[in-house]
């Protein structure tokens, strides 16, 4: 059986590469899959990756997900700072997700520290880069659907 990992991805991560390089870095979101789908594969595992601008549309992944991946890695950019509706949509399919930011948003502007996600994610990867995805998915590689352990 195929394990998925359904990597989601929020409002502004299509400008990487171009957008305040000196915060998020050089490399693309195409980049960044690419090093995921390599990753994924050494580790026995598939990726979905996606990007949208929408915030309900990262929900109704969220709710894909709980139904068509083991786990997922979220990246909801600004999203993690205000939106309910995500916290609510991880909470309700009770899917193992690890919260992922290129930068460090503690060591950013103060609306930054505080994450929607944060209360119901496995755990949280900031402030290493695109790395920071990698990371994410040897975490997850060890674990089984264990859904409910939390």
Same mark, same amino acid.
């Given at each position: 059986?195929? &394990?998925?990992?359904?990597i989601l991805n929020g409002p502004n991560l299509n400008l990487?590469? &171009?957008r305040e390089?000196?915060?998020y870095g050089a490399e693309t979101l195409d980049d960044i899959a690419g090093r995921c789908r390599r990753r994924a594969d050494a580790l026995g595992l598939e990726v979905d990756f996606r990007?949208?601008?929408a915030e309900g549309t990262l929900v109704d992944w969220i709710h894909e997900a709980g139904d068509k991946a083991f786990a997922a890695i979220l990246n909801a950019g600004a999203y993690t700072h205000t939106s309910?509706?995500?916290h609510d949509a991880i909470r309700a399919v009770a899917l193992p997700v690890i919260e992922v930011h290129l930068s460090?948003?503690?060591n950013r502007e103060s609306f930054r520290h505080v994450s929607y996600i944060a209360p119901v994610a496995r755990g949280i990867i900031c402030g290493l880069g695109p790395v920071g995805y990698e990371l994410a998915l040897?975490?997850?590689a060890g674990q089984q659907d264990n859904r409910a352990t939390d």
């Open positions: 059986m195929t &394990r998925t990992v359904f990487l590469g &171009r390089p000196a915060t990007q949208t601008n309910v509706a995500i460090n948003i503690h040897e975490a997850l």
